[in-house]
């Protein structure tokens, strides 16, 4: 840290309090940026920094609807509208309690980066609800939907804001979204992203954000000879993210002995594969919030309470949430011979976790890098809609090995060029900076 970015971390603070996963992505960000900002005074100058930590828009709205019973609830919606100097602004929804707006202005800072590095033209943004979809019936969720994008309308657009799903939103949810936003608008375009096949969506979507990690944590590997084929996965979480990695890893011939839920982690030791796959799919769609089942399922350990980082793997890949992987488990994870962490999640390592790997050149990618995939086969479905087109699975799959093979190449390539060779966290972030900071220079004071 410079006194600089050190004033700047200080101010965020101030002027954001009681929003610490804000703050940790800021920080973790800034410390990267020094490097960059004594060879390029003109960012400072410019003031890109301070610019870049204030999001453009932040809407913030009431989202009333009623239950089966016809009481009536009433939850906070949100959308942070970070930055749009490369494109409209792009990134999930999340609807999960513990939503606020601290976090969604982490996960759309986090997305600006992310964004820039796909190669793609999109701006960074994040949206979602204090919503509990545990034990709400489909009727409840589509109410709940309509309601949320009866307010979010407004704001959003093809060309403008295009909304995804994150935690809590998948392609039900994005049905009901898109089906308001239909009636509202009188428009069919491609306002949202992880639509259903039949109606604009993308071939390989779903599977993007699990199959592009996998494919990071192979091109991380191959830079010490090494592949997935024949390495055993620690992998954390049974949503969406996780069932993508545990199939590409199957697929490449990798093991996966672990998965984990709010309520613990399972460990097989014969691998998670086949119909046990399959079983993630069911556990996620019943919103139960419980891994237990797997277990009982099929007769394997089940640890209540605990993470799933005590066991000894050669890769870890964290797909459930933020800070879910901390400095002990780090140490741990080190001690028991891991050669490689790969973030499905969006920031799963604490700052403290993180530094544990890299002081121990441990191969380490941030999620902003290693998770991209997902929002990189939503660029691939605007165009795809904007085409009024459709790609085949074959085709959006060998987009999305290039764009990862690309993110990948880039982090190394910009952590050599400023002089941290191997650091995956310093090459995101200054090259995810890089390309908005440039943009937002030759657009002006904006
Ligand atoms: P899902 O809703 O499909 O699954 C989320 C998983 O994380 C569930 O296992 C969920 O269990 C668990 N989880 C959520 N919050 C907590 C918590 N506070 N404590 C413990 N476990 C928790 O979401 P996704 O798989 O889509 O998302 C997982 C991660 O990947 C998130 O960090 C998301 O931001 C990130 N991501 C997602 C992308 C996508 O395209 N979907 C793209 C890039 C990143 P439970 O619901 O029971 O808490
Ligand atoms: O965190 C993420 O990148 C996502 N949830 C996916 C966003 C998107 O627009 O597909």
């Not at 640890?303 to 992987?325: F, I, Y």
Request: charged share 25%; net charge neutral; proline share 4%.
């Amino acid at each position: 840290m410079t006194d600089y970015t050190s004033k700047i971390i200080a101010e965020v603070k101030a002027k954001n309090p009681a929003e610490p996963e804000f703050h940790q992505a800021v920080e973790e960000v800034l410390e990267s940026l020094a490097i960059v900002l004594d060879k390029h005074p003109e960012y400072r100058s410019a003031k890109i920094l301070e610019r870049i930590v204030e999001p453009e828009r932040v809407i913030m709205f009431r989202v009333p609807w009623f239950d089966d019973q016809g009481e009536i609830h009433v939850n906070r919606g949100f959308r942070i509208e970070m930055n749009s100097a490369i494109g409209p602004y792009k990134g999930g929804l999340r609807f999960h309690p513990s939503v606020n707006l601290g976090i969604l202005k982490f996960l759309a800072f986090e997305q600006v980066f992310k964004n820039s590095l796909t190669t793609l033209p999109m701006g960074g943004g994040k949206g979602g609800s204090d919503f509990d979809p545990k034990g709400k019936s489909d009727n409840e969720v589509m109410r709940f939907c309509q309601s949320f994008m009866t307010e979010l309308y407004r704001h959003i657009g093809p060309n403008t804001d295009v909304p995804a799903g994150d935690i809590g939103v998948g392609g039900r949810e994005i049905g009901f979204l898109f089906g308001q936003y239909k009636r509202l608008k009188n428009e069919f375009t491609g306002v949202l992203t992880g639509k259903g096949l039949n109606w604009g969506g993308s071939l390989v979507r779903p599977e993007a954000t699990g199959f592009g990690a996998t494919y990071f944590a192979q091109n991380m590997l191959r830079t010490k000879g090494q592949d997935v084929e024949g390495k055993t996965f620690a992998v954390s979480g049974f949503g969406n993210v996780a069932w993508g990695a545990v199939t590409k890893i199957n697929e490449l011939g990798g093991k996966v002995v672990t998965i984990s839920g709010p309520d613990g982690f399972v460990y097989d030791k014969d691998g998670i594969k086949g119909e046990k796959i399959h079983y993630m799919l069911k556990m996620r769609a019943s919103a139960n919030d419980r891994v237990k089942d797997f277990a009982d399922e099929f007769k394997v350990e089940f640890h209540a309470g605990k993470r799933p980082w005590s066991v000894k793997v050669d890769v870890a890949m964290p797909c459930a949430t933020q800070n879910e992987l901390n400095e002990e488990n780090a140490k741990e994870l080190v001690k028991n011979g891991c050669i490689c962490v790969c973030e499905g999640a969006n920031m799963p390592t604490t700052i403290e976790g993180f530094k544990v790997f890299t002081s121990n050149n441990i191969l380490f990618a941030p999620g902003k890098a290693s998770n991209a995939g997902g929002v990189g086969v939503s660029g691939l479905e605007m165009s795809q809609n904007s085409m009024r087109l459709s790609w085949s699975s074959e085709e959006v799959d060998n987009h999305l090995k290039r764009i990862m093979k690309s993110i990948h190449d880039t982090c190394v390539s910009t952590a050599e060029r400023f002089g941290t060779p191997g650091n995956y966290v310093n090459g995101a972030n200054i090259a995810g900076f890089l390309k908005v900071a440039d943009a937002m220079l030759d657009q002006g004071l904006v």
